[in-house]
């Protein structure tokens, strides 16, 4: 089962971090490090005063709890090392490096080029993409862990088009036009 890292910008918001970790440990490993979580949990807090550290952090928790393998440790010695054009991204793709993930997700393409990461074997993902593949290794898992995901839902509960239009608005257009087609299953 491939690895990949999930950056702070795919963990910030709470129905794409839900998405992804519906899908995690069964269609894919998730990665992160403690230092991806503080920017997250940083950024949530920043633009949302009514959510609390507590609240967020038990949100940690649970990703940790459940992600299976998820943690990455010992990936800061290579930090110096690494050449990306926003140096404040280094840690992710050490921790892509230490961890042995093929792939880091994130809406930040241009923060990740290709030349910076092929010689890790590495390469960076949007998410909508990632999630296209993960629906073409076994497409009718991923529909069973959507529909998992949709029927969880419940303040507010979706229904199967409000569902997609959530996943839609989180920038996963082409995962949202994939499902219309199974909406009767999602």
Same mark, same amino acid.
């Given at each position: 089962? *491939?690895?990949?890292?999930?950056? =702070?910008?795919?963990?910030?918001?709470?129905?794409?971090? &839900?998405?992804?970790?519906?899908?995690?440990?069964? #269609?894919?490993?998730?990665?992160?490090? *403690?230092?991806?979580?503080?920017?997250?949990?940083?950024? $949530?807090?920043?633009?949302?005063?009514?959510?609390?550290?507590? *609240?967020?952090?038990?949100?940690?928790?649970?990703?940790?709890?459940?992600?299976? &393998?998820?943690?990455?440790?010992?990936?800061?010695?290579?930090?110096?090392?690494?050449?990306?054009?926003?140096?404040?991204?280094? @840690?992710?793709?050490?921790?892509?490096?230490? +961890?042995?993930?093929?792939?880091?997700?994130?809406?930040?393409? +241009? &923060?990740?080029?290709?030349?910076? #990461?092929?010689?890790?074997? $590495?390469?960076?993902? @949007?998410?909508?993409?990632? =999630? +296209?593949? #993960?629906? =073409?290794?076994?497409?009718?898992?991923?529909?069973?862990?959507?529909? *998992? @995901?949709?029927?969880?839902?419940?303040?507010?509960?979706?229904?199967?088009?409000?569902?997609?239009?959530?996943?839609?608005?989180?920038?996963?257009?082409?995962?949202?036009?994939?499902?219309?087609? @199974?909406?009767?299953?999602?």
């Amino acid at each position: 089962m *491939q690895a990949a890292v999930l950056d =702070a910008c795919v963990l910030y918001s709470a129905p794409m971090r &839900d998405f992804f970790m519906r899908l995690a440990v069964e #269609l894919f490993q998730p990665k992160w490090t *403690q230092d991806i979580h503080d920017e997250w949990i940083r950024n $949530v807090l920043l633009n949302r005063p009514d959510l609390t550290r507590v *609240q967020l952090e038990r949100t940690r928790e649970l990703m940790d709890r459940h992600g299976g &393998d998820c943690l990455v440790r010992g990936y800061k010695h290579l930090i110096p090392s690494l050449t990306l054009p926003d140096k404040d991204d280094r @840690h992710v793709l050490a921790s892509a490096i230490v +961890s042995k993930a093929s792939s880091i997700i994130t809406f930040n393409l +241009s &923060d990740f080029p290709d030349s910076a #990461l092929a010689e890790y074997g $590495v390469q960076a993902v @949007h998410p909508d993409d990632f =999630a +296209s593949r #993960l629906y =073409a290794v076994d497409s009718n898992k991923f529909i069973a862990l959507v529909r *998992q @995901h949709r029927m969880a839902l419940v303040n507010p509960r979706k229904t199967s088009a409000e569902y997609l239009a959530t996943l839609q608005a989180c920038g996963l257009e082409k995962t949202a036009l994939r499902l219309q087609a @199974h909406l009767g299953d999602i």
